[in-house]
C-alpha cells in the first residue's frame, strides 16, 4: 500500500516508476474515505483538487522534471491554514463559509514543490486548546485508540499522519500543540524556531508564539517538510533572513560527542510514571550512541504556564477581534444596533475556550492591569528565554518528556486548568522561541504513544532532527502502526 | 466672559503621507478610486495577514522629525490601539504609542509681529481607518456600507505640547506646520480632503489658579479657519461656564461648522479603554544615524530658512515673504522669476496680486501647472520695466497670457501695444484733448487739480491706453501752463 510509505519511499517509487502521484493521491483519497469517518482528521477533502495536482505531477514526472522531494506527495495541512478558493474555518463557527482568495506561504512553497494536498485538517478552534475537543465541529479520534484525544490543536494534522491519512501535513504550535499531539498520536512533530517558518495566511491565535511545522512518520520526512516550508518571507517580517542548512544532509551525521541536557524540573510529581521510564530509557539509548547527557537547570519553568495563559490569552484577544460579523464568516441576523450584531455573531460564533481566553486577554491588557499581568508576564517570559540561554551555553540540545502523560480519553479534562497543565513542558519553548521536536519514545502498557521531546538552540533544527534521527535509528518504534481497520 | 482666564491648548494634528502605496501592504493611496478597489487582503485585515512596513513613510517620518527638531528614536515600535468601529478591518489600529518615531522638537511662530516657540511633544506614525457610507442619515439608515480604499493609509501624528494660548497661535502653529509638509513633500497639506486633519485640546484655568482646567478634546474640523472659529467658541464657551460657577466636563466635542458651535459627542464615562500592547507581528523599527544622516541631506530649505532669505536677499516685506513662502511651489515659482527679470519687487507684486487672483485655491499643483510659467511673467515684467508697455497694458496682457500660455512679447507686438513715448505723436492728440475739454482746463486753471487726471484719463482712452503715463503728464503740464 502506498499510503504506508514515507514522503521520501513514495518519491522513490515515483522516480523509478513503480508508482504514480495520481495512483497515491487515489489511494489515500480511497482510504479517507474508508476510516476518516472513524478517525475524523479532515474538516475538508479536496479530492478533486487533490487529482488534478496529481495528474500534473504525473506529468513532470514521466518526462523526468519532476520537482523534488515533495513532489506528487500527498498532504493535509491544518484548517488554520488560508487556502485560495478552499474554505477555511479554522475550526471556529465564526469562520463559516469564508473561502480566502490568498495561500498561506507555506501552502504555497509545499504547491510549488509539487505537493498534493488532500485537505484541510481538524483543529480545536483557533488553535486553542489541548485535544481538538474543542473544534467547533467535531472531535478527531487517536487512531491508537479511538475512545482517546489526539491532543490538540493541531489533531487533526497528528491523526491524519498516524493513520497513513496523509503521507505527511502541517500543524501549528503555539503552546505546544505540533509536539503534543505527535506525542499523543505517535509520530514525530517539530516545532521551528521562531520566525523560521513565515507566518503569513497562518489565521492567528498568539502572533509571537505561533510557528509552522510538520508532522511526518519519520524524522527524514520531517527535515524534507522543513526544507520546503522555511526561510524568509517578504510577507511576514518576524520571518527570518537566516539561511535554511540542508537538513537532509544533517541527519546522517549522529550523536558522538553531543552535549545532552537533562532539566530536572522537566521530571517532576505529576509525570506519569511510564512516560518518565520511557524518557530515561531514551536517554540512556543516546548516552549509548555516544552523546554525553549533563543536567541543566532551568529554574523558572514553574513559571512558564502562567506567563503563557496571560500573553497568549492577550494576543488572542486582539487577534480575534477581527471577526465581528461585518467584513466575513459568521453574522447573526436580527440585531438591533451595531453593537448587538457584534454581541450576537461573536457570541454564537466562538466556543467556550475562544470565549474564556478572548475575556482573559481583554482583562489582561485593561488599563490598570496591564503592568500586573501583561507586562509582568513578559518579564517572566525573558527570564524563561534566559534560563534557556544559560543552558544552552553548556549544551547542544535538551531532552525531556514531551507531555506528563499519554493520550487521555475524551471528555476527561473537564476542567480547563487541568487541561492547561498538558502543555507545562511544551509552552517554555515557545515562549523561549527555540526549536522543539518530539520524536516517539515508546508506548504505555495500554499501546499508547510516548513522546521524547528535544529542544535545540534557536534556529538549529539541524540537531534536533539529527539527534531524533539517530535515536529513531536505534530504535524500532516507528514499526508499530494503530490497528485501525475500516 | 468676565473673569481673566489663562488658555491651555494643544493640537494634535494628522497628516497623510505622499507615499505610493499603503502604511502596511503594497495598495495605491490615491484619492478618489470606486469604494474597495483599493485594498487587499493585508488592508481589509484577512485573518493570516500580516503587515509590513512601508519603509518610504518612515522616511517622511524621519524627514519631518527633523524638520520639527525632534529627536528620532533610533529604537521605536508599533503597536495595537484597540476599538471597535466598522470602518476598521481588524478592530485595531497599527500605531505608535510607548516608542515613537520621534520626540521633543519644536515649531516656531510669529502672532502679530512676536516670535513664540511651541513645543512638539511627539511624531508617530500609524494608518488610517476606511470610511462608513451610511444610506441617508446614520440615524435612519437601513444600510451602512465600509469603503475600505483609506483603511492603512500611512498617516503622521504630530502631537504638540499645551503650549498654544491664542486662536491666532493655533492658526500660525498650523499653518506653519502645513507649510513644512508640503514643502518636504511628504504632505499635499490638503484639509478640505482630509489629507491634513487636527484635533484639539484646551482647557480654560483662572490667571492664577493652581490647578489645571478640565480639558475638552474638540474633532472634525477640516479647515484652519475652522479650527480657530472653534477654539475660539470653545473660549468663550468655558469662559462663560466658568464665570457662571459650572463645572467643564472632560469629554469630545465636535465642531459643526454650520452651526458654528461644538457639540459634545462622548464624555469621559464612555471613553476607550485603547488597551495598547506592542504589535507582535512587526519587530521592532531600528532608525539608526546612517538612515537618520541619510535623510537629513536630503532635506530642502524650510519655510522660515527662505522667508528670511527673501527679506533679506530680496528686500521683501515680512507680510510678501511670508505668503510666498506659504509654499513651496509658489516660492519656487517667484525665485524662477526673479532669476530671468532680476526684479523681485515686482515679482512678487504680479505673483500675489494677479496670478493668485487667477489660480484655484492655493493648490501647489495649480501654481506649477499654470499657464504662465515663471519665465513668460519674467518677459512680462521686463517688457514693463523697459518702457515697452504701461503697467495698465501688462494687466490685459497678463489676462491674455493666463487664458492662452502665449509669451507677452507675441501677444503686444500681435496686438500693437507697444507704448507710445514720442512726445511729437503725443503732442498732436494733448492738443486735441485739451481743445475738446476747454471747460476742465477752465476748472484746472481755476486750482481744480484733481482735473489733470480726468485730461491725463482722456489721453490714454484717445490713444487706447498705449501712451506713456510719464510722457503724457509732463505733455499736459508743459502746455496747461502755456495756456
Ligand atoms: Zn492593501
Known amino acids: 500500500m502506498l499510503t504506508d510509505l514515507t514522503i521520501h519511499e513514495l518519491g522513490a517509487r515515483f522516480r523509478l516508476g513503480d508508482a504514480t502521484p495520481t495512483q497515491a493521491a487515489r489511494e489515500y483519497l480511497a482510504r479517507i474515505a474508508a476510516l476518516d469517518p472513524k478517525v475524523k482528521a479532515y474538516l475538508t477533502v479536496t479530492g478533486e483538487a487533490a487529482l488534478a495536482r496529481a495528474a500534473e505531477a504525473d506529468a513532470r514526472f514521466k518526462s523526468g522534471a519532476s520537482l523534488g522531494p515533495l513532489d506528487g506527495v500527498p498532504l493535509g495541512v491544518k484548517d488554520v491554514f488560508c487556502t485560495r478558493g478552499v474554505r477555511t474555518t479554522c475550526g471556529s463557527k465564526i469562520l463559516e463559509g469564508f473561502v480566502p482568495p490568498y495561500d498561506a506561504t507555506v501552502v504555497a512553497r509545499l504547491v510549488r514543490a509539487g505537493a498534493v494536498i488532500l485537505g484541510k485538517l481538524n483543529m480545536d478552534e483557533f488553535a486553542m486548546g489541548s485535544s481538538t475537543e474543542n473544534s467547533a465541529y467535531f472531535t478527531t479520534r487517536n487512531p491508537w485508540d479511538l475512545s482517546r484525544v489526539p491532543g490538540g490543536s493541531s489533531g487533526g494534522s497528528a491523526a491524519a499522519v498516524a493513520a497513513d491519512l496523509a503521507a505527511a501535513t502541517l500543524g501549528t504550535d503555539t503552546g505546544g500543540s505540533i509536539r503534543q499531539p505527535a506525542a499523543f498520536c505517535g509520530n514525530v512533530g517539530l516545532k521551528p524556531t521562531y520566525g523560521r517558518v513565515s507566518r503569513f495566511g497562518l489565521v492567528a491565535f498568539a502572533s509571537s508564539l505561533d510557528q509552522v511545522g510538520p508532522f511526518a512518520k519519520d524524522v527524514l520526512d520531517a527535515a524534507l517538510m522543513l526544507q520546503a516550508i522555511a526561510g524568509h518571507d517578504p510577507l511576514d517580517s518576524t520571518s527570518a533572513a537566516i539561511p535554511v542548512p540542508d537538513y537532509a544532509a544533517e541527519l546522517s551525521r549522529g550523536v558522538q560527542g553531543l552535549r545532552v541536557g537533562i532539566p530536572a524540573e522537566y521530571f517532576i510529581e505529576g509525570l506519569d510514571a511510564e512516560v518518565e521510564a520511557a524518557v530515561r530509557a531514551a536517554i540512556e539509548t543516546l548516552k549509548g550512541l555516544g552523546a554525553k547527557t549533563e543536567s541543566v537547570s532551568l529554574p523558572h519553568t514553574e513559571y512558564g504556564l502562567a506567563a503563557y495563559y496571560l500573553i497568549a490569552p492577550a494576543e488572542c484577544s486582539s487577534n480575534l477581534a477581527r471577526y465581528d460579523g461585518v467584513k466575513y464568516g459568521l453574522r447573526v441576523p436580527g440585531a438591533r444596533d451595531l453593537i448587538d450584531m457584534y454581541s450576537r455573531t461573536r457570541g454564537a460564533g466562538f466556543g467556550a475556550e475562544v470565549k474564556r481566553r478572548v475575556m482573559l486577554g481583554t482583562y489582561a491588557l485593561s488599563a490598570g492591569y496591564y503592568d500586573a499581568y501583561y507586562g509582568k508576564a513578559q518579564k517572566v517570559r525573558t527570564l524563561v528565554q534566559r534560563d534557556f540561554q544559560r543552558a544552552f551555553e553548556r549544551v547542544d540540545v535538551i531532552v525531556a518528556p514531551t507531555t506528563p502523560s499519554a493520550a487521555f480519553k475524551m471528555g476527561e479534562k473537564e476542567d480547563p486548568l487541568s487541561m492547561y497543565l498538558n502543555d507545562v513542558f511544551t509552552i517554555p519553548v515557545n515562549l523561549a522561541g527555540l526549536p522543539g521536536l518530539s520524536v516517539p519514545a515508546g508506548f504505555t502498557k495500554a499501546g499508547l504513544p510516548i513522546g521524547l521531546q528535544v529542544i535545540g538552540k534557536a534556529f538549529d533544527e539541524a540537531t534536533l532532527l539529527r539527534t531524533a534521527k539517530a535515536y529513531e535509528a536505534a530504535t524500532t518504534w516507528r514499526e508499530r502502526k494503530p490497528g485501525l481497520t475500516a | ?483
Open chain 2, 1 to 483: 466672559m468676565s473673569g481673566a482666564y489663562d488658555v491651555v491648548i494643544g493640537l494634535e494634528v494628522h497628516a497623510q503621507l505622499l507615499t505610493r502605496s499603503k502604511m502596511f501592504c503594497g495598495c495605491s493611496t490615491v484619492f478618489g478610486a470606486p469604494p474597495n478597489t483599493q485594498t487587499c487582503p493585508v488592508c481589509q485585515g484577512m485573518p493570516g495577514t500580516l503587515p509590513v512596513i512601508n519603509r518610504r513613510a518612515v522616511e517622511f517620518g524621519i524627514k519631518t522629525s527633523l524638520a520639527i527638531h525632534c529627536t528620532v528614536n533610533a529604537d521605536n515600535r508599533f503597536a495595537r490601539k484597540h476599538y471597535y468601529y466598522p470602518d476598521m478591518p481588524k478592530n485595531y489600529q497599527i500605531s505608535q504609542y510607548e516608542e515613537p518615531l520621534a520626540e521633543h522638537g519644536h515649531l516656531d511662530i510669529e502672532v502679530d509681529g512676536a516670535a513664540r516657540r511651541i513645543g512638539i511633544e511627539r511624531l508617530h506614525l500609524e494608518e488610517d481607518v476606511g470610511k462608513l457610507i451610511h444610506e441617508g442619515s446614520l440615524e435612519t439608515a437601513q444600510s451602512s456600507q465600509v469603503d475600505f480604499n483609506r483603511a492603512g493609509v500611512p498617516l503622521m501624528e504630530i502631537v504638540s505640547k499645551p503650549d498654544i494660548r491664542t486662536s491666532e497661535e493655533a492658526g500660525a502653529y498650523l499653518r506653519g506646520l502645513r507649510a513644512i509638509v508640503v514643502y518636504l513633500g511628504v504632505c499635499d497639506g490638503n484639509m478640505e480632503e482630509g489629507s491634513m486633519r487636527c484635533d484639539a485640546n484646551i482647557s480654560l484655568k483662572r490667571v492664577g489658579a493652581i490647578p489645571l482646567g478640565t480639558k475638552v478634546e474638540v474633532k472634525n474640523m477640516n479647515s484652519f479657519r475652522n479650527v480657530q472659529h472653534a477654539l475660539e467658541y470653545e473660549m468663550k464657551r468655558q469662559g462663560r461656564a466658568l464665570d457662571a460657577g459650572e463645572r467643564i466636563v472632560q469629554e469630545t466635542r465636535l465642531w459643526d461648522p454650520d452651526k458654528g458651535q461644538t457639540v459634545s459627542m462622548r464624555s469621559k464615562e464612555f471613553a476607550h479603554d485603547y488597551r495598547y500592547f506592542p504589535e507582535p507581528d512587526l519587530p521592532p523599527l531600528n532608525v539608526g544615524a546612517r538612515w537618520i544622516e541619510a535623510v537629513r541631506v536630503t532635506l530642502p530649505e524650510l519655510p522660515a530658512a527662505r522667508r528670511a532669505r527673501f527679506m533679506r536677499a530680496h528686500a521683501l516685506t515680512a507680510y510678501d515673504a511670508d505668503l510666498l513662502t506659504g509654499s513651496r511651489a509658489l516660492a519656487d515659482y517667484f525665485e524662477a522669476a526673479v532669476a530671468q527679470c532680476g526684479k523681485p519687487k515686482a515679482a512678487a507684486n504680479w505673483i500675489l496680486n494677479e496670478l493668485l487672483r487667477e489660480l484655484p485655491g492655493d493648490d501647489e499643483r495649480a501654481v506649477a501647472a499654470c499657464a504662465i510659467s515663471p519665465g513668460k511673467l519674467a518677459g512680462l515684467i521686463t517688457l514693463i520695466e523697459d518702457g515697452t508697455i504701461s503697467g495698465k497694458i501688462a494687466k490685459d496682457v497678463f489676462e491674455k497670457m493666463y487664458r492662452s500660455g502665449e509669451d507677452a512679447r507675441t501677444i503686444v507686438s500681435r496686438e500693437g501695444l507697444t507704448q507710445v513715448a514720442d512726445a511729437g505723436a503725443l503732442g498732436a492728440v494733448v492738443d486735441g484733448v485739451l481743445a475738446e475739454h476747454a471747460k476742465v482746463v477752465e476748472d484746472y486753471k481755476a486750482g481744480k487739480k484733481a482735473a489733470l487726471a480726468f485730461l491725463v484719463g482722456q489721453v490714454m482712452k484717445a490713444t487706447v491706453g498705449k501712451a506713456s503715463p510719464g510722457v503724457v503728464n509732463s505733455l499736459l503740464a508743459e502746455k496747461l501752463s502755456k495756456l
